[in-house]
């Protein structure tokens, strides 16, 4: 098991763009994560909910996917 550090004080800022691509690397990871979750259950399982349905669909639309 590796040390835990715990350091008092806010991190520096960081700056817009290192911010702006931590939060692309989120969203890139949470979207892989949908998309995984599609294909274990399958697009049109019947024990899916509508709001699995309605996640997938919107992941699609949102990254201009067919």
Known sequence: ???VWIIEGAAPPMDPIAER???ERKLAALADA???HERDIGPRAPDARPQDHHLYHRLR???DEA
């Open 21 to 23: 691509n931590v939060a």
């Open 1 to 3: 098991m590796s040390p």
């Open 61 to 63: 639309e949102i990254c």
């Open 34 to 36: 949908v998309r995984e």
